[in-house]
């Protein structure tokens, strides 16, 4: 039921029905009001009911007769004096009356009614209305006028005839013009509007713009009144002749309201939608203006830039306009309300530069914190993802490696087989050696690690791990010059961690050192800080950065021909770290060096 009364409620044909009987009942009474002009009916009639008190009365026959009085009075000669009115004055030549009796006891019957000239003044009811005092009256003389009971009698019917036909006419026009107002409330609620969504609905006339809409209107309203200017103003007393103005008038009238109505309805609708200013022409061109120069501050203009660039334009864009600005302040010096427009404007251009850095300084924050999390995640993946492989390969490998070790024990094997045992042997426990690699860099990496730190002699440690990699270093043919201080050099740091480190770059260069050659392991102390340094020539022209070469299974020998698993230098930085020390690694032609930092501890 509701959604029946609403397709009625908002159906288009009663908005056109409601939208023609506001025209034609507007132009009905405006037709109905030029006819009571034409007809000279005394429109006051409608509002004061008695002739005696209107204004036409004072206006029209009580002026002309105070006028004709006075004059008589000032001594001129008056030929229609006392027409329809009785008057009595007198002056130094006696009473003057154009009544039989010749005193003035017969205005004592007119007391309210009458017209009394005292001091000079003519009164009416006790009123002092200088209105009708037409020239100099004398102050010395007193008298009276009064209109006769036959000539008011024939006044009030005739006014009172006005007033019967003007009624009617007037009751009709209120009439209009609340059924106009009423139906008019009903399109301004209703205009735009669908029973079916509450979507504004635009028409044709609503896409053209504001500004030349009204600018359209003017000028066909401004027409019509010219049109309707040439008929208002016309009198004729031929009915004919009346008939044919006011139908003119009215079509003129209609056309106009039709105008207006169109006018207003696509007001009301641009309202509704939000598009009154916005699709106004001066609107667009003053936005699009401002937009222009905020689109250089917000950095759309710039878009396609890097943030760091767009930074770069908008000040360069600011200090000419500012520079701009600054000179128009100086043209406009002399011309007050105009010279205030620079100094607003750069107060609103500085506006927009400063929230543009801040929005660019902003959105390069996310991007850097952005980029740092992703770095950071996937680094965590990484590490998660080596912990639980190496953690899962545990298991499988310590099983192959105890069953491999419990055939080498059986006596009974062929020799082909025993070879094959050892292989399988070897093979393992360099897969366990990695996996064991892989998980002490995963934790090192995470920060999960279990560290001991204590004061160590680094000249000891070192020549621990020499010791420890004797046998290793006696089957090659590299020769290692040692270079320690005489003194302890004591760091804090975790022993195993540091020794493990050690052991890692002493094998690196047993691997990769060019045969024949010399390694140089050199330890110093600047200025209370501790440096190791461990250099050797490489055995393969190392095409490869010092970043590549920390990359983990990274390995130099690409041919991959040594049993390196790529992690050892990793392993090393990361465990150099841990313990609380830098590591530094360079490449210069064939010369490989490692240097590692510690803060000295002073005993």
Not at 493 to 513: C, H, M, P, S, T
């Amino acid at each position: 039921m509701d959604t029946k009364l609403k397709s009625f409620k908002y159906a288009m044909f009663f908005k056109v029905i409601a939208f023609l009987l506001i025209a034609a009942s507007l132009t009905t009474a405006v037709v109905e009001i030029q006819y009571l002009a034409f007809s000279d009916i005394a429109m006051e009639s409608i509002l004061v009911p008695s002739y005696r008190d209107s204004t036409q009365f004072l206006q029209r026959d009580a002026s002309s007769a105070i006028y004709s009085l006075s004059s008589a009075i000032n001594g001129d000669v008056v030929s229609n004096l006392g027409d329809h009115y009785y008057y009595y004055y007198e002056d130094q030549m006696g009473s003057h009356t154009n009544l039989a009796s010749g005193d003035d006891s017969f205005f004592k019957e007119y007391t309210g009614k009458m017209f009394i000239l005292n001091n000079g003044y003519w009164e009416y009811n006790g009123d002092l209305n200088r209105t009708y005092l037409n020239g100099f009256v004398k102050s010395d003389v007193n008298a009276y006028l009064v209109f006769s009971t036959d000539y008011m009698i024939d006044a009030q019917k005739e006014w009172q005839s006005d007033r019967e036909s003007a009624l009617p006419v007037v009751y009709s026009m209120i009439g209009a013009i609340l059924g106009s107002i009423l139906l008019l409330i009903y399109l301004t609620i209703t205009v735009g509007k669908s029973y079916k969504d509450d979507v504004i609905h635009l028409n044709f006339f609503d896409l053209i713009p504001s500004d030349v809409f009204l600018v359209i209107y003017a000028a066909l309203t401004g027409i019509c009144f010219m049109m309707l200017d040439n008929t208002l103003g016309y009198r004729t007393y031929y009915i004919s002749e009346m008939m044919t103005f006011l139908v003119i008038s009215g079509m003129l009238f209609f056309i106009f309201m039709v105008l207006s109505g169109v006018f207003y309805l696509s007001i009301v609708r641009r309202i509704k939608a939000k598009q009154l200013i916005k699709n106004s022409l001066i609107y667009k061109v003053i936005f699009g203006i401002g937009d222009y120069f905020r689109s250089i501050f917000d950095g759309r203009k710039f878009s396609s830039n890097k943030l760091t660039k767009q930074l770069f334009y908008r000040q360069a864009s600011f200090i000419g306009i500012s520079f701009v600005l600054v000179f128009m302040t100086f043209v406009l010096l002399f011309l007050p309300p105009l010279m205030l427009l620079p100094p607003l404007l750069e107060i609103l251009l500085i506006f927009w530069f400063v929230k543009g850095n801040r929005e660019t300084f902003e959105a390069i924050d996310r991007g850097f914190n952005d980029s740092l999390e992703e770095q950071m995640k996937a680094e965590r993946m990484k590490i998660q993802l080596v912990t639980n492989v190496s953690h899962d390969l545990k298991t499988p490998l310590t099983s192959i490696i105890s069953y491999a070790d419990l055939l080498s024990k059986e006596e009974d094997l062929s020799e082909v087989s025993r070879d094959y045992v050892n292989i399988l042997i070897d093979k393992s426990n360099r897969l366990k050696n990695i996996v064991a690699d892989l998980f002490d860099l995963a934790k090192s990496s995470s920060g999960d690690i279990a560290l001991q730190l204590e004061p160590i002699d680094l000249k000891k440690l070192i020549e621990q791990t020499l010791a420890d990699m004797d046998d290793e270093i006696a089957k090659t043919e590299i020769q290692f010059k040692i270079k320690l201080p005489e003194v302890p050099v004591m760091v804090n740091a975790d022993g195993q961690k540091l020794y493990r480190v050690f052991q890692n770059l002493i094998d690196n260069a047993l691997k990769y050192a060019l045969h024949g050659t010399r390694v140089f392991i050199e330890l110093e102390t600047i200025n209370h800080k501790a440096y190791v340094s461990i250099k050797n020539t490489a055995s393969y022209e190392m095409e490869f950065t010092a970043d590549e070469i920390l990359q983990r299974f990274s390995r130099a020998d690409a041919s991959r021909t040594t049993e390196g698993s790529g992690l050892g230098l990793s392993i090393a930085e990361s465990f150099t770290q841990v313990s609380g020390g830098q590591f530094f690694l360079s490449i210069d032609g064939d010369l490989f060096k490692v240097t590692l930092q510690f803060n000295e501890i002073l005993i």
